[in-house]
């Protein structure tokens, strides 16, 4: 028996030796795959924070774009204000000036326009007094019920000319809005 029992220790020593073999390799094994997966695993990691630093950045760029293009469209909404104020403030002017600075304008400004005898001119209730013969001397006031505001309106054969000081305004403001601009913003 001791035969036999020397066999069965033997079988019994060379399956635990092949169990410690197979758990040892199988360890490594898994030991492996485990430094794989956290290998892998980092990788991935990596590629997704760069992924956001790029993205954030993306993001971040927008934001600013956008602010920068806010804050723009505020400073030429500002500019417009601003702008628009000037125009107010001319016209208010023009609309207020005397007498004498009124029948000074018209006479300059109807140095360049040609008149006719028996043209008409519209005047502002409070120039109705002005020389009209001063302005030119082939104009005649007329008589119906129309006003203006502001300036005068010509009509010749039936064709009005409006040279109110609003209409002027208007008409030149494209020109005069760079000149203003530039006088404002130093542009």
């Known amino acids: 028996m001791s035969n036999l029992s020397n066999i069965t220790d033997k079988i019994l020593k060379d399956a635990q030796d092949k169990a410690a073999a197979i758990i040892q390799t199988a360890e490594e094994k898994a030991a492996l795959e485990r430094r794989e997966i956290i290998s892998s695993a980092n990788l991935e990691k990596d590629r997704i924070l760069a992924e956001a630093e790029v993205s954030a950045a993306r993001s971040k760029e927008q934001i600013l774009a956008g602010n920068n293009l806010d804050v723009r469209n505020k400073r030429l909404e500002a500019k417009q204000i601003i702008i628009e104020k000037v125009f107010r403030e001319s016209l208010e002017a023009l609309n207020n000036m005397s007498l004498s600075e009124f029948e000074e304008f018209a006479v300059n400004f109807?140095?360049?326009?040609?008149?006719?005898?028996?043209?008409f001119i519209i005047l502002p209730e409070k120039y109705k007094n002005a020389d009209i013969k001063k302005i030119n001397p082939k104009l005649s006031l007329y008589s119906g019920e129309r006003t203006v505001s502001g300036g005068f309106i010509l009509i010749s054969g039936g064709i009005e000319r409006n040279n109110t000081f609003s209409a002027l305004l208007d008409f030149y403001k494209s020109e005069m809005e760079s000149e203003i601009i530039s006088e404002l913003f130093g542009r």
């Open 110 to 119: 109807c140095k360049n326009i040609s008149i006719k005898d028996g043209d």
